[in-house]
T-cell receptor, first 115, second 112 residues
Framework: DSGVTQTPKHLITATGQRVTLRCSPR?????VYWYQQSLDQGLQFLIQ???????AKGNILERFSAQQFPDLHSELNLSSLELGDSALYFC??????????????FGPGTRLLVL | TQLLEQSPQFLSIQEGENLTVYCNSS?????LQWYRQEPGEGPVLLVT?????EVKKLKRLTFQFGDARKDSSLHITAAQPGDTGLYLC????????????FGKGTLLTVNP
C-alpha cells in the first residue's frame, strides 16, 4: 500500500460525458502527479500540482483539467470523452516539488472505460 | 521529445532462469528509474541510477546505467514467480526538468 488513494477504482461512461477522478496523496506529500496509461502509449505524464499550484504540464489534452485543493487532494476532470480516452489513470505523490532524487508513490489507479 | 524503448516487450520464462531486459534511448538522461507494476496496482519504484556506468543490486536484481546515460539494463538472476509483472524504465531529463518519461515496459511472466 503506497498510501495514495484513488476513487473510483472503475468507471464506465459514454462518449461525450464528463467524469471526475479523485486522488488523496500520502500524508505530508505536497506534490500530486497525474498519469494516463494505455496499451499503445504506455504511461504518460499529464500534469503536476505542488501545494495547490500547477507545477508542470505534460501531454494533457485541452478537454482535461486538474486542480489541487487546500487539503492537498486532487481531482482530474475529463470532459467530452472519446473512445480513445479509455485508459488507466494513475495519481502519484511526492514530498516536495519533484526534483532530483525524489520518489513518486503511485496510487492503485482508476480504470476508465468509455463506450 | 525524449523516447525510451524497452525490449523485449514480452518475456515468458521458467522459474530459475536468468533474464535481461533493456531500456534504450537516443537522448541523455540525468537519472533513470526502474519500476515494477503488478496487475491492478500502480508502479512501484525499484531503483534510481544517476551516474554513467553505475551498477546497483537489489537482491537478485542488477541494474546498470550505460556509460553515456542513454540506456539501462535490468538483469534478474534465478527468476521466481513473484518477479512476474510489468517492468518500466523512466528517465528524467534533469536541469529544471524532472518530468519522467516512461518506456512502454516489458511484461515478464515467470512460470513455476
Amino acid at each position: 500500500d503506497s498510501g495514495v488513494t484513488q476513487t473510483p477504482k472503475h468507471l464506465i461512461t459514454a462518449t461525450g460525458q464528463r467524469v471526475t477522478l479523485r486522488c488523496s496523496p500520502r500524508s505530508g506529500d505536497l506534490s500530486v502527479y497525474w498519469y494516463q496509461q494505455s496499451l499503445d502509449q504506455g504511461l504518460q505524464f499529464l500534469i503536476q500540482y505542488y501545494n495547490g499550484e500547477e507545477r508542470a504540464k505534460g501531454n494533457i489534452l485541452e478537454r482535461f483539467s486538474a486542480q489541487q485543493f487546500p487539503d492537498l487532494h486532487s481531482e482530474l476532470n475529463l470532459s467530452s470523452l472519446e473512445l480513445g480516452d479509455s485508459a488507466l489513470y494513475f495519481c502519484a505523490s511526492s514530498t516536495g516539488t519533484g526534483g532530483f532524487g525524489e520518489t513518486q508513490y503511485f496510487g492503485p489507479g482508476t480504470r476508465l472505460l468509455v463506450l | 521529445t525524449q523516447l525510451l524503448e524497452q525490449s523485449p516487450q514480452f518475456l515468458s520464462i521458467q522459474e530459475g532462469e536468468n533474464l535481461t531486459v533493456y531500456c534504450n534511448s537516443s537522448s541523455v538522461f540525468s537519472s533513470l528509474q526502474w519500476y515494477r507494476q503488478e496487475p491492478g496496482e500502480g508502479p512501484v519504484l525499484l531503483v534510481t541510477v544517476v551516474t554513467g556506468g553505475e551498477v546497483k543490486k537489489l537482491k537478485r536484481l542488477t541494474f546498470q546505467f550505460g556509460d553515456a546515460r542513454k540506456d539501462s539494463s535490468l538483469h534478474i538472476t534465478a527468476a521466481q514467480p513473484g518477479d512476474t509483472g510489468l517492468y518500466l524504465c523512466a528517465g528524467a531529463a534533469g536541469g529544471s526538468n524532472y518530468k519522467l518519461t516512461f518506456g512502454k515496459g516489458t511484461l515478464l511472466t515467470v512460470n513455476p
